[in-house]
């Protein structure tokens, strides 16, 4: 079945540094990939997304990049500060958008 | 800004009872889904629900599941008879098109 491998399952910088996380999935079908941020006790929200006919994507201080010929795809956080701190979750979706399953997400502790 | 309610936010029940969590999502949106996350760990796909009928659904779905939507608003999850293993944190989510999904709160269950 599909399955959304993320790595590291945590991961500490300090302030101001960069934070990488990285994600490869089994479906080549998959063609839609969010990521999710769940801070402690709280709903998971989306902070970025792309499709599969963009390589790369930037909001502010986070840019997400995809490979679809190796079925990579990677969040990076430049500039890290403390509430960045939280459970960062990639995520891919079918084709028909049916089925969004999650990677085991990684907890990112920004050290001030 | 709108946003997905559930209730209840905490429901603790006996091994073998029935519990229905309540979901109601944005009012424009047409997709509609279940997710559970187990306490620190990922967050998982239970079903998809759109145009009256069910999408997708996990293989954590078994008989014991079912979803409705009763009305034009409320979706709602039922577990048959709960098991000790299905305490966790229950969250409905709904979406527009097949992209962004918007969570609740979250329903959390406690099985005794």
């Known amino acids: 079945g599909e399955n959304v491998e993320q790595h590291p399952s945590t991961l500490s910088v300090q302030e101001g540094d960069s934070a990488v996380i990285k994600c490869t999935y089994s479906?080549?079908?998959?063609?839609?990939f969010p990521w999710y941020k769940q801070e402690l006790g709280k709903r998971p929200q989306l902070i970025i997304d792309?499709?599969?006919?963009?390589g790369e994507k930037k909001d502010q201080r986070i840019a997400v990049t995809l490979n679809k010929t190796a079925k990579h795809f990677s969040l990076h956080i430049t500039e890290t500060q403390p509430e960045d701190s939280a459970v960062y979750f990639c995520?891919?979706?079918?084709?028909?958008?049916?089925?969004?399953?999650f990677g085991a997400g990684t907890r990112l502790f920004v050290k001030a | 800004e709108p946003e997905v309610t559930q209730t209840p936010s905490h429901q603790v029940t006996q091994m073998g009872q029935e519990v229905i969590l309540h979901c109601v999502p944005i009012?424009?949106?047409?997709?509609f889904y279940w997710y559970r996350q187990i306490l620190g760990q990922k967050v998982e796909f239970l079903v998809s629900?759109?145009?009256?009928?069910?999408?997708?659904k996990s293989e954590i779905f078994d008989d014991q599941f079912s979803v409705e939507r009763p009305d034009g608003s409320n979706f709602t999850l039922k577990i048959r008879s709960t098991k000790l293993e299905d305490s966790a944190m229950y969250f409905c989510?709904?979406?527009?098109?097949?992209?962004?999904?918007?969570f609740g709160e979250g329903s959390r269950l406690t099985v005794l």
């Open positions: 995520a891919a979706s079918d084709t028909g958008g049916f089925k969004t399953i």
């Open positions: 479906d080549s079908a998959s063609n839609y």
């Open positions: 792309i499709r599969s006919n963009v």
């Open positions: 009012s424009n949106h047409l997709y």
């Open positions: 629900f759109y145009n009256n009928e069910i999408s997708e």
């Open positions: 989510a709904s979406a527009v098109y097949t992209g962004e999904l918007f």
